[in-house]
């Protein structure tokens, strides 16, 4: 099997051209093996390119459990560079995730993704809930470069209300009206990685409908550096979001399946 590793801002990808359907999706075991850091490739998540009949391709993503899973936004900042690679498409492209359809174009270098409209999102005393294309808990803390991501990211991740099905869990920490630093722990990988695209979307959405930012353009500072979310308002919350940032390719390798 013929493979390519690609990053987004750190978070990162085993992406494979599966328009021929070699690979056995119901192998999931495999899957994890290929994403383990120490007897695989290591990856976030493991990422196939296929055909779709209406649009220019399909995205199917995997956690790094092995288990197929909600949208990944750097993956699918990440699947867009590689269809370019593949010559697929050219600047722009139109493609089918697990979400639904997705608008995305490369300018200068970035990538911009268009990411779902988000219509509801609920508040409570110290966090905030959303679902960006997958599902978020977004809460302010203090000393956020010291903060102890992974277990508290899991107490809150595997408590209630979300229990088995559980949520990513995003900490943030507001540097200034428009700039937020973020740090996730992502379900599926069951850590904190170095950046959650759907996660710093999920931060700028709850920072504005919580008052801390007027802006519709945010800059979010993730461990593996920096991306932007931009959106627009409107009676039934928000619309024209689009997740801009880095896509790159690392290397390709070739793995027995």
Known sequence: MTFYKYQGTGND??????????????????????????????????????????????????????????????????????????????????????????????????????????????????????????????????????????????????GAPYNEAGSNVNFVEQLSAENFAVRTYERGVEDETLSCGTGVTAVALAMHKSGKTKADKISLQTQGGPLNVTFSTNDNGYDNIWLIGPAEQVFKGEIEW
Do not use: W
């Open 13 to 158: 990808f085993v992406i494979v051209d599966n328009r021929l359907q070699f690979i056995d999706k119901k192998d999931t075991k495999r899957i994890a093996t290929i994403c383990d850091r120490r007897f695989g490739i290591g990856a976030d998540g493991f990422i196939l390119l296929e055909n779709d009949e209406n649009v220019d391709f399909k995205m199917v993503y995997y956690n790094a459990d092995g288990n197929e899973s909600t949208m990944c936004g750097n993956g699918g900042r990440c699947i867009v560079a590689f269809a370019k690679f593949l010559n697929i498409i050219e600047n722009e492209t139109e493609f089918i995730a697990i979400d639904g359809l997705h608008k995305a174009k490369i300018e200068e270098g970035l990538v911009h993704l268009q990411m779902q409209e988000v219509s509801e999102i609920e508040s409570f005393d110290n966090h905030l809930f959303l679902d960006t294309g997958s599902p978020h808990h977004v809460e302010l803390v203090s000393g956020l470069a010291d903060f102890e991501v992974k277990s508290n990211g899991a107490r809150i991740r595997n």
